[in-house]
């Protein structure tokens, strides 16, 4: 109708080359009609603007997430956490077997529930059985800080095809170190030491995490490091300045 389109990327998905068959699928012919229609596509990190252009010849914009700064660290860290949506990608069934075998430490799952019921439920039952494993099924969004602030390391079992979790800035946020078991875009939590990513290897994942739960000069230290990390790359105030002066040229 004339009106001006920005579009930002959400998950890798969004900037995948289809098969020769993907391209020919209604679905996947709309997304490709909008994108090209797009008068500005924004990109929330390195590899999907690298892929943009390889794969579509579009050349993206890279405006980070934003998120609040850092707050002060919370001194009665305790659990373990995991947070997400009941999705295949995010795979929390992970999560429950890493707190089956590690059944000392004290575990928070936050589950929002999505449209396959069937594997929420069954997630919950799971859930439900372990001693050491508190099960939440949903928390507001305008209180799941405190939830951040008393993990001692926050647990990521989502595949590579996650984009940029929020849930990653939230930690950072709170200053807790991020356990990530594949997703780490544009080597990140690696680079800035914010962390620990086990390259989808689970056994790796659990001794890391036995490892580094009762660390304290570490969780200091690499919480520390994430802290800088989003302060430094995630200002609300920097971003929107940059959306703004994109807005304007168009």
């Not at 946020?173 to 997703?183: G, H």
């Amino acid at each position: 109708h004339g009106a001006k389109f920005v579009y930002m990327a959400a998950c890798v998905w969004d900037v995948e080359r289809p098969t020769l068959r993907g391209w020919f699928h209604w679905r996947r012919a709309l997304y490709w009609t909008g994108l090209k229609k797009a008068n500005a596509v924004v990109a929330q990190s390195e590899l999907q603007e690298e892929a943009f252009l390889r794969n579509f010849n579009i050349k993206a914009r890279i405006i980070r997430s934003f998120q609040p700064p850092p707050e002060p660290v919370c001194l009665d860290k305790r659990h373990l956490l995991w947070v997400g949506r009941a999705n295949p990608v995010k795979r929390a069934e992970l999560f429950i077997d890493l707190a089956e075998r590690l059944s000392d430490t004290p575990c928070v799952m936050i589950l929002n529930a999505s449209r396959d019921q069937e594997y929420f439920q069954g997630l919950k039952e799971r859930a439900k059985r372990l001693s050491n494993l508190e099960f939440i099924p949903y928390v507001p969004h305008d209180q799941i800080m405190p939830y951040f602030h008393q993990a001692r390391l926050f647990v990521n079992t989502s595949t590579t095809d996650e984009g940029f979790p929020n849930t990653y800035l939230q930690a950072f946020r709170a200053s807790a170190p991020v356990m990530a078991l594949a997703a780490d875009p544009d080597g990140l939590i690696r680079k800035n030491n914010m962390g620990f990513v086990a390259d989808d290897n689970l056994a790796v994942l659990e001794n890391q995490i036995t490892r580094k739960f009762s660390d304290d000069t570490w969780i200091q230290q690499t919480g520390s490091n994430a802290a800088d990390y989003l302060r430094q790359n995630h200002d609300p105030e920097k971003l929107v300045e940059e959306w703004g002066k994109m807005l304007e040229a168009l």
